[in-house]
């Protein structure tokens, strides 16, 4: 159906460009025009850097001829002057939906979820749809091209921003005139985003993580497919062949994600242009990194309304600051070499574009790049350099007659050429009739005054004994029209001066009075026109707002540069070795080139930083088996019962505050788990908290892997309350069936791999399907990948860990296990450990025989037993959730503080290297005011690695710093609220604290 | 299938009744407790302390160095050497035994649907027999404030201890006070899963301006004999004529400052802020009408990425330092099981302030103020009821907190519940100690 409306948009569509040269005529004669036209006197950019001072640019047919100091026109050419004008290419958008409608949500709303996919003959999922044909969705939108051509665009690319594939996009130019020449390209671009598509309520991917691994996916098919492996046919693997050839675009909306979407592109050997959202500048270096091409933004965030102190008081410090510094992006990246071209996208309004561009310049971005950003470089990107973005000899004739530099706040933009169509932004050819003139009209006389802009002049009449009249003036196509006020004792009258303007400095016309006698006007120029003189020129040039600098992240507690790695010397600490020296007192460790270097009485080190610890306890650093902050857009991929295939590592949030928070409480090392909302959840992340570092910087060294499983209420989706479950399973019953078919499946398909390596070439007959899911699922059968399983009631338990022994492997950790005291000693036997809460229960019905002495019987059972937090908030208190283990199950201190350092390592066979102080070992350390099990004990540092990110006298520092910044920016709002500028009203970022259960839509 | 789950249900429960444990009987012999560290609660310690009860009544509270008592002065003495003895812990703002699971519908009774409920009262439907009330009082939490939650009004809340046959019995002070949800000033936008950012509530002043009419409508009301009743006008009496409190439930200043002037303007007497994580921000207005603050979870989160990491953890002690008397509410995430917890919640304000008396205050005689039980409990002090325990050390600290004897209106009460049963049963099976 739709296809067929397709079509017929075509067939509609058709006909309106009727006006190719060898189409049939029927309206006329031909009337074929070969005319040249001469622009001379102008100061020509060929290019940004090749400039013409007087030149002359010559164009027939839409195109240049020629472009230079000395042109020799032919003798049928229109000549016009532009003495003191100037010419620029005009400016191409490459990013825009110009023409096409938004596409349109499915019927129905918000429906019960679709697993899988009803259309015939296209990708298993909707959200991949690079069939998807910009041109068959376009229609010219005149309105929208004046908008575009008034902000100095000639061409734009469009696209349909919909799904995560989103097929081709064309090139137009924007020829109000003559739509043959509209047409560029209608296939130059192919699209990607990080968004599903509104078009279908299929529930994969319902998360970042998910979009990712379906990328990869995707590609892996698309590579499969094109080798003819593939027994059926697939149109969108088709289509994507062909879009394959054009230029990549990834809309990725954001910093990370563009550095999420460059590991993608790395991968498979991609080369994305990457649409951002303007705030590059907060990740710069790892920006450059990725070596490509942006498209960037500059929709710049309007200052918020501030002057209600209890609602400005809510303003999240990172929009605050994003609002100061953003003007500065372009400059950035300009200043670190990044290829980029602007667009227009996500503006509010196209009147913004001058406005926010001109604001960038006066924020340091070159002009010369601004115009290369909007001309050559996008020209480059589509391949168009011929034809587009320059006024070279054969490029088309697009460009902008200007009556001085283009990005000059006073300049003004006549004309926009395209293809040699002329579009009038202003009148070029108004004279400029400014200036101070004797007015008679019909014999009485006046003193007149014409000022303002030469297109948008102002009037002011006063009478020869200096009264007031009230006037207004106005002109058009060499028309003067004046409209004069009379005031009698009754009412106010309207007199109207019309007249046309004459190549003489003197006016005249008709006047038509109030009453409908007509009579004559004229006007004598006495002086020329002096521009005003700026009262006080330092107020009347905005003067830049104070740049607040980046840090590390960008946000609240941010670093000032990243912190680095030193030689510290604790002195006389009561250390928690967890080894078998056990809890020293007065005892001196040194950390140096990151690790521990030694422990002992009397320790020297000339170099080192002595910090005095007597009375403090240090400690290993706390790790939390169980997290999920610091994850972007989304922890469950819940679309489908496994997501194996989906990696927490691709969505690590390194500009989370959480993460300083855990700092805070002396976490060092988190294991970020997919959630729990299907049977086989996705890969984990293992991260030292690196405040200030990029999310690959966290990511543990050369980590073992890990995937989330889990069982019980959250995957048989038991809390949902919808009426039609869908998805299998729905008991306990189904999860064991899931299991037992992935592994089974995971088995047949390395069989299948193996028997095709094994093959000989011409036995080896067609390659079997990459699929990244049961590739997963094979790590797990080959004891390469350790399964961490959400866990509540002892009869799944025992499922598990019969299922494992069925296929020959262990399960790794059970998580949360809080029925694990029930079964300790067959987890014992099948080598399992218990990574549990201290205290949690009564939240659902499978937590009802949860107890706090769980984690010490399972201990003593002598199961390997940690205790978590899956929650933000609790993670920096760990060290009293250990305590717990003392008072409800009497475990000594030390052994007590192994739940959650030494143990978890164990759990995360990270032991070697963390979890303990021990020489030789990471220096992840925490320096606590007091015992660390007892509720008084603060982190006072922590050290990851020999740098200190987190010190609890610095943290001070830092909060007085915010406090002065943030007053600092909110008078810089104050006064942009004062100035008249446009102010939005405050508003609150929220933020989502993910726990297991968590699912986004 | 209806019908099986409906079984499955009356399973549960018949295993939850027999798992309860029978309530203490009624003091009989006196008791003394002698040589202990006694945190009075009110600042004050004594180190070597003489603790005596009788009928449920404390009639000793002394220096053991000071005195001299007759031998058969108390029928049974309990030497506490070395320990520490508290009054009972109070959780106000509670849903305790108004709900199971949070995850089971049908074990919910704590919000009913409608905007001003004051006639609602959430102590009919309190289950004294729940089975997260017994794990809470080896911590040392002896009494709650049973609050419904929902609407804009939620209800009327009742004081009980926790121990008892059924709700008549626990209650302490019935209809002790009415609970407003103050209306938030920015809205949430989006849904829970997928939060827009939240923008300002353009219906604030509406929403304000509804508690105005229906407190002046109330006050009218009760200011003549009308000829038809109203329950809803008729529930919130005791605000105007000081038997009952208003219990504010705010978090931001403006909010507060727009509530506290709402209700001195509508003649209420009682106020207390609830919640209150901006209170200190509107401290003078508070101090200067004597209105307190049970503060909300300090076990949270700031709310702005850019405030102090531990603020919400100082907040009692900024507070404090401003003259507002503060107790500790633990609403929020997993709040009934998470009611054990409270000792904690002022351990760690001691922790980041107040000095270790002053924090056992925030859960003993500052909310028995709030809640003006103060003559009933709150303090070691004579003439009070005997809700009181003994911890082997420092009950605000999870290291030490381990309780031995509490005490109910001197009624020694079982410590036992539905998990130390779980924990004795498979220590047991697997031979542990």
Partial sequence: ?1001 | MILKKRYLVLFILSISMAAQHAPAKKQTKSILILNAIAHLGNGKIIQNSAIGFKDGKITLVADATQIRLAKDAYDETIDATGKEVYPGFIAPNSTLGLVEIDAIKSSDDESEIGVFNPNVRSIIAYNAESKVIETVRPNGILIAQITPRGGRISGTSSIVQLDSWNWQDGLMKEDDGIHLNFPSSFRQNGWWAEPAASSLNKDYSKQVGEITRFLTNAKSYLADTAKERNLIFESVKGLFDGTQTLFIHADKELQIIDAVNLALENGIKKIVIVGGFEAYKAADLLKKNNIGVLLKRVHDMPENDDQDVNLPYKMAKILTDKGIVVGLENSGNMERMNTRNLPFLAGTCAAYGLDKEQALQLITSNTAKLLGIDNLCGTLEEGKDATLFISDGDALDMRTNKISKAFIQGRTINLENHQSQLNKIYKEKFGQQ
């Fill in chain 1, 1 to 1001: 159906m739709k296809r067929f409306f397709s079509l017929l948009l075509l067939l509609i569509f058709i006909p309106k460009i009727d006006a190719q040269e060898y189409f049939p005529n029927n309206e006329s004669v031909q009337n074929k025009n070969n005319n040249y036209t001469a622009f001379t006197n102008a100061k020509i950019f060929v290019t940004p850097t090749q400039v013409i001072d007087k030149g002359t640019l010559l164009i027939q047919n839409g195109k240049v001829i020629n472009a230079g100091k000395t042109v020799v026109i032919p003798k049928n050419t229109i000549v016009v002057n532009l003495e003191g004008k100037s010419i620029y290419p005009s400016f191409i958008d490459m990013y825009t939906t110009f023409g096409i409608e938004k596409p349109k949500r499915g019927e129905g709303g918000r429906q019960n979820p679709l697993y899988d996919t009803k259309k015939e003959g296209y990708y298993w999922n909707e959200h991949i749809k690079p069939e998807t044909d910009a041109f068959q969705n376009f229609q010219y939108d005149n309105t929208k091209a004046e908008e575009l051509l008034k902000a100095g665009f000639g061409v734009v690319g469009s696209h349909v921003a919909d799904g995560i594939a989103q097929g081709s996009g064309i090139l137009i130019a924007l020829n109000n005139e003559d739509n043959s020449k509209r047409l560029l390209a209608n296939k130059i671009t192919n699209h990607f985003s990080f968004t599903k598509s509104s078009t279908t309520n299929q529930a994969y991917p319902s998360s970042l993580m998910g979009m990712i691994a379906l990328l990869r996916q995707m590609y892996f098919d698309l590579d499969w497919y094109k080798n003819g492996n593939s027994t059926t046919t697939d149109l969108s693997l088709e289509a994507m062949i062909n879009n394959q050839k054009l230029v990549q675009i990834f809309a990725a909306e954001d910093k990370l994600n563009s550095l999420r979407a460059a590991k993608i592109a790395k991968e498979f050997g991609l080369n994305y242009i990457f649409k951002g959202a303007g705030n590059e500048f907060e990740r710069i270096e790892e920006i450059k990194k990725t070596n490509a091409s942006y498209i960037i933004p500059i929709n710049f965030p309007e200052a918020f309304d501030v002057s209600n102190p209890y609602l400005a008081s809510q303003l999240d410090f990172a929009d605050l600051r994003l609002w100061n510094q953003s003007p500065t992006n372009l400059k950035v990246l300009s200043d670190n070499g990044i290829i980029f071209a602007l667009t227009t996208d996500k503006l509010k309004k196209m009147d913004d574009f001058r406005t926010n561009l001109l604001k960038a310049i006066q924020y340091g971005f070159d002009k010369t790049k601004a115009l290369e950003a909007l001309t050559t470089i996008p020209a480059s990107l589509l391949g168009k350099s011929n034809e587009i973005g320059s006024l070279k000899n054969g490029s088309l004739a697009n460009f902008l007659i200007t009556s001085g530099e283009i990005f000059d706040k006073k300049t003004t933009i006549y004309e926009n050429w395209v293809g040699g169509s002329k579009y009038v932004i202003k009148d070029i050819t108004a004279k400029d009739i400014r200036g101070s003139y004797d007015l008679t009209v019909d014999n009485t006389p006046y003193k007149l005054v014409i000022k303002g802009e030469i297109t948008a002049p102002e009037s002011e009449i006063k009478t020869l004994d200096s009264t007031k009249v009230n006037s207004k003036i106005s002109l058009a196509n060499n028309w003067i029209s004046l409209i004069v006020k009379s005031k009698d004792s009754v009412k106010t009258n309207f007199n109207r001066l019309t007249g046309y303007i004459e190549n003489s400095p003197n006016l005249n016309g008709k006047v038509i009075f109030f009453d409908g006698k007509e009579s004559n006007w004229s006007a004598v120029k006495t002086a020329a026109f002096e521009n005003e003189k700026p009262k006080d020129k330092g107020k009347d040039e905005a003067k830049n707002n104070t740049i607040i600098p980046v840090s590390y992240p960008n946000i609240a507690f941010g670093n000032a540069e990243k912190p680095k790695q030193e030689t510290l010397l604790f002195k006389n600490a009561t250390v928690w070795t967890n080894e078998k020296e056990g809890i020293l007192t007065e005892t001196d460790v040194l950390v140096k080139n990151g690790k521990i270097a030694a422990i002992g009485n009397n320790l020297n080190e000339a170099a080192a930083t002595v910090i005095d610890a007597k009375g403090k306890h240090l400690t290993s650093g706390i790790i939390d088996e169980h997290s999920h902050i610091a994850i972007s857009n989304g922890v469950n991929e819940g679309g489908h019962n496994s997501s194996a295939e989906v990696t927490i590592e691709d969505v690590v949030n390194s500009d989370d505050i959480n993460i300083y928070r855990e700092l805070a409480g002396g976490v060092t090392t988190s294991q970020l788990l997919h959630g729990s909302a299907n049977p086989i959840g996705g890969r984990s992340a293992i991260v030292k908290w690196k405040w200030g570092a990029a999310p690959d910087e966290m990511l543990y060294k050369d980590q073992p892997k890990f995937i989330k499983f889990a069982l019980g209420e959250n995957v048989k989706q038991a809390n949902w309350g919808i009426n039609n479950p869908t998805r299998f399973p729905q008991t306990r019953m189904g999860v064991e069936q899931v299991f037992t078919d992935y592994f089974q499946r995971a088995k047949e398909y390395e069989a299948t791999w193996k028997k095709y390596n094994a093959a000989s070439k011409k036995n080896k007959g067609k390659m079997p399907r990459t699929d990244i899911e049961l590739q997963t699922i094979t790590e797990i059968l080959n004891q390469e990948r350790f399964i961490s399983c959400h866990s509540y009631v002892q009869s799944e338990i025992l499922m598990l860990m019969q299922v494992a022994e069925k296929f020959n492997f262990r399960v790794n950790t059970f998580t949360h296990i809080l029925e694990g005291y029930k079964v300790a000693d067959k987890m014992k036997e099948h080598g399992v450990g218990a990574s549990t809460f201290s205290d949690w229960w009564a939240y659902k019905f499978e937590v009802n025989d949860a107890i706090p002495y769980n984690g010490p019987i399972m201990h003593n059972a002598g199961v390997v037993v940690a205790y978590n937090s899956d929650d933000a908030e609790m993670s920096r208190r760990l060290n009293q959730e250990a305590a717990k283990a003392v008072k409800y199950g009497n475990i000594s201190e030390e052994e007590a503080w192994k739940f959650v350092t030494l143990n978890p390592a164990k759990l995360l066979h990270i032991d070697n290297k963390v979890g303990s102080i021990k020489v030789g070992k990471d220096a992840d350390i925490v320096l606590w005011s007091t015992n660390p099990l007892s509720v008084y004990a603060q982190a006072e540092k922590t050290v990851i690695e020999g740098t200190v990110y987190y010190d609890a006298k610095k943290d001070e520092a830092k909060r007085v710093a915010i406090d002065k910044e943030r007053n600092e920016i909110i008078g810089q709002m104050l006064e942009e609220k004062n100035k008249g500028m446009n102010t939005q009203e405050p508003k609150k970022r929220i933020k989502v604290e993910y726990h297991c259960d968590t699912l986004e839509d």
